[in-house]
C-alpha cells in the first residue's frame, strides 16, 4: 500500500500554515495523517510558522547527503522536508506538507500517487494578511503579490481551495479535502 503525499501550495497569505496547523490538530491521534515540520533557514526565533529553524549550512549539508525528499528555495530561504516522509508514505499514510509551487512539477515525477490542494485568496485578503504578520518589509509583500499569480496549476491532481472566511470554515473546508483525496486514493 502506498500512500498520499499532498501538496498544500498557493502564495504567500492564503493561510496554508492557518489550514494545515487546523487540520493537524483536529486529526490529532489519527494514524492515517502525518503533517511532518520542514527545515527552513529562518532564525530560530521566528514563530510564524511551525518549522524546524537551521542554518545555511546545515541546509547545504543535508541537501547534498540526500536528507530531504524535497528541496527548494523561495523568498532567500532554504526549505527542507525530511526523509522520513517516505516510511510513512510506504506504510500508506497521507503526508500533508505546505509546499513551493515551483517544485510541485518534480514532486509529480518522483512521488505517486501525489494530490496538490492549491490555497488562494483575493489580492486584497492576501496583501492584509502579509502585512498583518510583520514579517515582510512593503518591497517584500508587493513581490510576494506579484508571484501570486506568477503560478498556474492545473491537471488531475490538483484541488483548489478560496480561503476568503473565516478560520473556523476555511479549516472545515480543508478537512473535507483532505478526506476526498484520502477517499479517492483508497
Known amino acids: 500500500m502506498t500512500g498520499t503525499l499532498t501538496l498544500i501550495v498557493g502564495p504567500s497569505g492564503a493561510g496554508k500554515d492557518t ?7 483536529a486529526l490529532a491521534g489519527q494514524w ?15 514563530r510564524s510558522e511551525s518549522h524546524v529553524p537551521i542554518s545555511e549550512a546545515q541546509f547545504a549539508e543535508r541537501q547534498a ?10 523568498h532567500g530561504l532554504g526549505y527542507g522536508v525530511p526523509r522520513g516522509i517516505e516510511d510513512a508514505l510506504a506504510a500508506g499514510r497521507t503526508v500533508v506538507v505546505n509546499a513551493s509551487r515551483g517544485m510541485v512539477p518534480e514532486a509529480r515525477q518522483r512521488f505517486s500517487p501525489l494530490a496538490v490542494i492549491t490555497v488562494s ?8 494578511r502579509l502585512a498583518a504578520r510583520g514579517r515582510e518589509r512593503d518591497e517584500d509583500v508587493a513581490g510576494r503579490l506579484r508571484r501570486a499569480t506568477a503560478f498556474d496549476l492545473d491537471g488531475p491532481d490538483v484541488t483548489t481551495l478560496i480561503n476568503d472566511t473565516s478560520p473556523e470554515r476555511a479549516v472545515a473546508a480543508f478537512l473535507r479535502c483532505l478526506h476526498e483525496l484520502r477517499s479517492v486514493a483508497a
Do not use: C, N
Open 65 to 74: 547527503r540526500g536528507a530531504y525528499a524535497l528541496s527548494w528555495r523561495a
Open 32 to 46: 492515517r495523517f502525518v503533517f511532518p515540520l520542514r527545515e527552513i533557514t529562518r532564525p530560530a526565533g521566528d
Open 121 to 128: 485568496a483575493p489580492e486584497r485578503l492576501l496583501q492584509r
Open 19 to 25: 489550514l494545515i496547523g487546523g487540520a493537524k490538530a
